[in-house]
């Protein structure tokens, strides 16, 4: 076989994430997951760093360590950087963030350009974007080439979305009008009614609706949305797609996870006062990388782990100190926000750290639940260790996936489901007391009926990747769809 004919037999896809570390550690694992399938396919990685990268020490040094790997036939490329101010009006946030992704679809128009052109190359099967970077698909047109998307919340939230804008433009109705009430909605991912409360924050103002709208009809004109879910998780979910012509195909290729992504990093002080605690006893607080709380919050949780006499350890980050980074960091003495004389007293069974190797203390015996954000990434790594989580939403989709896995699946316990926090605003409104959080962190360490629907669904969710398993299934049949694309 000559080079000519070894490259046509390749499938070359062009994987585009958003610009944010759990989106790309989610990209880089489902391609990892790809090229070991089959050989057949080759993947690029082409990489949009944040605005202003310098203030993304995570996402910065994150993008430094993939340029020094190299990954049989995954290569990197990191897209060219245009001069954008930030907005100055806040409400265009959303504009912003869009025209930004926008930006770089000439950028990589050239570098497809130069893969098509260059000898002895495979053809380009597809573009793999992000679920924010679907601004690409118009590029991907241009050279003739499917899109699919890479979803990287649940199925639910994506049966939401499509609720939404079929709900706008479909039956013409005010969503507002709908969200002010204060009601209950029946969407075809939910078998339970979801309150109007807990849709995200971004539906409650027109330029957010409008972003929502503009993705959703976007994600309706890929061949195929590949979703970071499994069928046994979200049954009813996948299922209600299939009613839907109106709905690409559907993949369910997860748990998507990035299980050694800081097991090299961490900080082996927490390991070895995990080591020290008896199996399953431990509470662990955290609130992802965008997570942080002022001083009253801060304290309100301080009083509550306190009353509830549990052991724990509590990841406390310090909000952005400007308007810059919009990035948590860590204090350099965390006394001086926790009421006076906590650390001492609380000193033998807690521990308050910075940064938080999530993974590595997840996977660890002594934790025994789970005080989260709900982002997904971390409700699917909480299944796949089976630590039972208590949820306390903050922004983005998080209060649907609250919902979902509190009152739809019962694989969760409440601390607020309706707690909102704009990313921007951090002194915030409303502050979840210190009852409320003993209660939850009371019901999240003795439901044993919970406990244990947890721990069989960490059974189910590595049986789905697993060879025979659901996820492998749809992986393969995704696969299939990129060899014909060749064909």
């Not at 990268?53 to 996402?59: E, I, L, P, R």
């Not at 080591?275 to 955290?286: E, G, W």
């Not at 801060?298 to 980050?317: D, M, N, P, T, Y």
């Not at 921007?424 to 009852?435: E, K, L, P, R, W």
Request: negative net charge.
């Amino acid at each position: 076989m000559n080079q000519n004919e070894m490259a046509n037999t390749i499938a070359e896809l062009v994987f585009i994430p958003a610009p944010g570390v759990g989106h790309i550690m989610s990209t880089v694992e489902v391609a990892k997951l790809l090229v070991n399938r089959d050989q057949r396919l080759s993947i690029t990685v082409l990489i949009i760093k944040p605005f202003k990268s310098g203030s993304h020490s995570a996402m910065t040094t994150f993008i430094e360590t993939l340029a020094t790997k190299t990954t049989n036939r995954i290569s990197f490329i990191e897209l060219p950087q245009d001069e954008i101010g930030p907005p100055h009006d806040p409400n265009s946030r959303m504009k912003f963030f869009t025209d930004y992704i926008s930006s770089h679809c000439k950028h990589v128009r050239n570098v497809v350009a130069d893969m098509i052109n260059q000898p002895g190359s495979g053809r380009v099967a597809g573009f793999v974007v992000d679920m924010f970077c679907t601004s690409m698909i118009d590029v991907a047109n241009e050279f003739n080439v499917p899109t699919y998307v890479f979803f990287t919340s649940g199925a639910a939230y994506l049966a939401v979305k499509f609720y939404i804008q079929t709900f706008c433009d479909d039956l013409k109705k005010d969503f507002f009008e709908l969200n002010r009430s204060d009601t209950e909605i029946s969407v075809p991912s939910f078998v339970k009614p979801m309150p109007t409360k807990v849709l995200p924050p971004v539906f409650q103002f027109k330029e957010g609706l409008d972003f929502v709208l503009s993705s959703a009809r976007d994600l309706k004109k890929v061949k195929a949305i590949m979703v970071n879910t499994y069928f046994e998780l979200e049954t009813y979910a996948i299922e209600s797609f299939s009613s839907d012509i109106s709905v690409p195909p559907v993949y369910p290729v997860g748990p998507i996870l990035s299980l050694k992504g800081d097991s090299e990093s961490h900080d082996d002080d927490i390991i070895k006062w995990l080591d020290t605690q008896p199996p399953s006893s431990v509470v662990f607080l955290c609130f992802g990388s965008m997570g942080s709380f002022n001083e009253t919050q801060v304290k309100e949780i301080a009083h509550g782990l306190e009353q509830s006499g549990r052991r724990f350890l509590w990841s406390l980050r310090r909000p952005p100190s400007d308007e810059t980074s919009k990035v948590p960091g860590d204090y350099e003495d965390p006394g001086v926000v926790l009421p006076e004389g906590f650390l001492e007293r609380t000193d033998e069974i807690g521990k308050v750290i910075g940064w938080a190797p999530q993974v590595a203390v997840l996977a660890h015996s002594a934790v025994g639940g789970f005080v989260t954000h709900c982002g997904w990434n971390s409700l699917l790594e909480s299944l796949w260790f089976g630590v039972p989580t208590a949820a306390w939403p903050m922004y983005a989709e998080q209060q649907v996936n609250a919902f979902q896995m509190v009152l739809e699946l019962g694989l969760a316990v409440e601390i607020k489901l309706d707690y909102k926090k704009d990313l921007f605003d951090i002194d915030g409104n409303v502050v979840v007391t210190a009852d409320e959080i003993e209660s939850g962190i009371r019901r999240l360490m003795t439901d044993s009926e919970m406990r244990t629907k947890v721990k069989a669904m960490s059974d189910k969710s590595r049986l789905a990747v697993a060879e025979g398993g659901s996820s492998y299934a749809s992986v393969g049949c995704l696969i299939q769809d990129f060899i014909r694309n060749i064909s």
